[in-house]
């Protein structure tokens, strides 16, 4: 199995832009998790979804973040406009439950 | 408090040695427990998951639990310079995974 899959592996643009993640979850996993990863706040849960509908998207900071996830295989979480604070690794992880998570390898975003 | 609290290391050890990582958590209703690694610049992996009381052995590594001390750690015995990471602690609750800020590990050869 190729695993979980993310794109771009790295983004840099400028305040105010949008920026778009990407996920494509191991074929077969029901849940797919949107974390970010700071070094100051660690790793937080942003939404998860559970057969494509958001179960939980209490970590979402605040309306400019939304996610998406039009099919099983494909998740998109958008961030309109970005800001420099934005800046951290983002990670998509997929399971067949809710806690044995297997992570892509993160989207490194760099907001100037 | 947070839900769940790691020491942040760094932790150094010599090659050979045991290192022994500790997390607490809050939550008394949590029932599923877990150690990720993650290499730097690299994402997280589990490496071990533990729901009862008592030791879980996988290879180096031994995962404990003590729920009335709301205490789970993990021990790598014969620890090797490979084995440098942060270390995640992560616990289930409200249907999803809470995590610990991690524990950095270093091991010298």
């Known amino acids: 199995d190729a ?10 643009t400028e305040m105010g832009q949008e920026v778009t993640l990407r996920c494509k979850p191991i074929s077969g996993h029901d849940y797919l998790f949107w974390y970010r990863q700071t070094m100051m706040r660690g790793l937080e849960l942003l939404i ?36 420099p604070r934005d800046s951290a690794v983002y990670f998509c992880a997929s399971s067949t439950r809710a806690d044995t998570q297997y992570f892509g390898p993160g989207t490194r975003l760099t907001v100037l | ?39 730097s610049g690299k994402s997280p992996e589990l490496i071990m998951s533990i729901y009862s009381n008592g030791d879980k052995e996988d290879g ?3 995962a404990q639990l003590n ?22 602690c992560a616990v289930l609750g409200g249907g999803k995974l809470i995590f610990g800020q991690g524990t950095e590990l270093s091991v010298k050869p």
Request: net charge negative; hydrophobic share 30%.
């Open chain 2, 67 to 88: 729920k009335a001390s709301q205490y789970v750690s993990l021990l790598i015995r014969d620890s090797q310079p490979s084995d440098s990471a942060t270390y995640l």
């Open chain 1, 48 to 83: 998860y979804f559970n057969n494509n509908v958001p179960i939980d998207d209490s970590g979402m900071p605040e309306d400019r973040f939304s996610a998406k996830m039009p099919n099983a295989s494909f998740s998109t979480l958008k961030i309109q406009p970005s800001e």
């Open chain 1, 3 to 12: 695993g979980v899959i993310q794109s771009p592996r790295h983004e840099v």
């Open chain 2, 1 to 39: 408090q947070k839900e769940v609290e790691q020491n942040s290391g760094p932790l150094s050890v010599p090659e050979g040695a045991i290192a022994s990582l500790n997390c607490t958590y809050s939550d008394r209703v949590s029932q599923s427990f877990f150690w990720y690694r993650q290499y």
């Open chain 2, 60 to 62: 180096r590594f031994t």
